[in-house]
């Protein structure tokens, strides 16, 4: 078991020189504008430094800029990332950037808008949005990209039954809930080129009466497969669920193996795929 967590795979066309991947975490080392500075690239440094494989940076394609993740939505951002791809690859490690709005996200509290609250011009336009900032994340070198689409964050939210009461083509049956981001990983791909690697980030379970579970997320992750995902990062819960998300001590270990296993042996037929905590 060990001795294949450190051996090489093949994301799209990017080969990764072991199987520790650290994902996308917001940890507030940006800085106020949401540049990256000296204090995230160092955090990100030592993470490297100490063998990983691939780490996956957030970055916001569009939302209010924080210090909580660093932004990718314009090209003064450039020179940060450029900085922290040099910073990865010369541990031999590789750089992917998880596409992740700011300040977009149910579950927390506070008020936000809902997916029955777009127009579809609106929908375009963030579907746009999304494959310009996967276009920046290419051209400074940065190796892949990741489509957040968990924890009730925007991409997320289309593709629960919950939270997606629309009527139209981007609502009610499954196909039409995964709409949205299949429109995000054609446009990107038309974007970067079909061999820029993609991954597509989802919660399996959604852990929440009325939400999503297994066996429907395995029929999405077809659907982002046959345009264009290179792998499914299968995650777990909402943040009304985060005891499952964030699960005790005392939960037995690899407890969330099943829905990756369910996701890999119902869903995609040939694409990686992976497991992981929020």
Not at 59 to 68: A, I, L, M, Q
Not at 85 to 107: D, I, M, R
């Amino acid at each position: 078991m060990t001795e294949k967590l450190f051996t090489p795979i093949t994301i799209g066309n990017v080969t990764i020189k072991n199987r520790v991947i650290q994902p996308s975490m917001c940890v507030f080392f940006a800085e106020e504008e949401g540049s990256i500075g000296d204090a995230y690239l160092a955090y990100v440094d030592e993470r490297v430094r100490g063998g990983v494989g691939m780490i996956i940076i957030p970055g916001s394609p569009h939302g209010k800029v924080g210090p909580g993740r660093p932004a990718m939505s314009d090209d003064k951002y450039l020179p940060g990332w450029k900085k922290l791809v040099e910073t990865v690859h010369q541990y031999g490690a590789k750089l992917f950037c998880q596409l992740h709005p700011a300040n977009l996200q149910a579950g927390r509290g506070f008020k936000i808008e809902m997916p029955a609250d777009y127009t579809v011009e609106e929908i375009k336009a963030i579907v746009a949005s999304y494959a310009a900032c996967a276009e920046r994340c290419k051209r400074v070198g940065v190796d892949g990209v990741e489509i957040h689409g968990a924890h009730a964050h925007e991409v997320a939210q289309f593709m629960s039954p919950l939270y997606n009461t629309r009527t139209d083509e981007y609502g009610g049956s499954l196909e039409n809930r995964a709409r949205f981001p299949m429109e995000i990983v054609k446009a990107i791909k038309e974007a970067c080129g079909k061999e820029y690697p993609l991954i597509f980030r989802m919660s399996g379970d959604e852990g929440i009466e009325g939400g999503r579970r297994i066996q429907e997320s395995a029929e999405i992750a077809k659907l982002v497969e046959s345009v264009g995902a290179d792998a499914i990062h299968v995650s777990r819960s909402m943040p009304e669920s985060a005891e499952y998300a964030s699960a005790p001590m005392s939960t037995a270990e690899v407890w969330r193996t099943a829905s990756a296993s369910h996701s890999k042996s119902s869903g995609p037929s040939r694409k990686r795929v992976a497991r992981s905590t929020p």
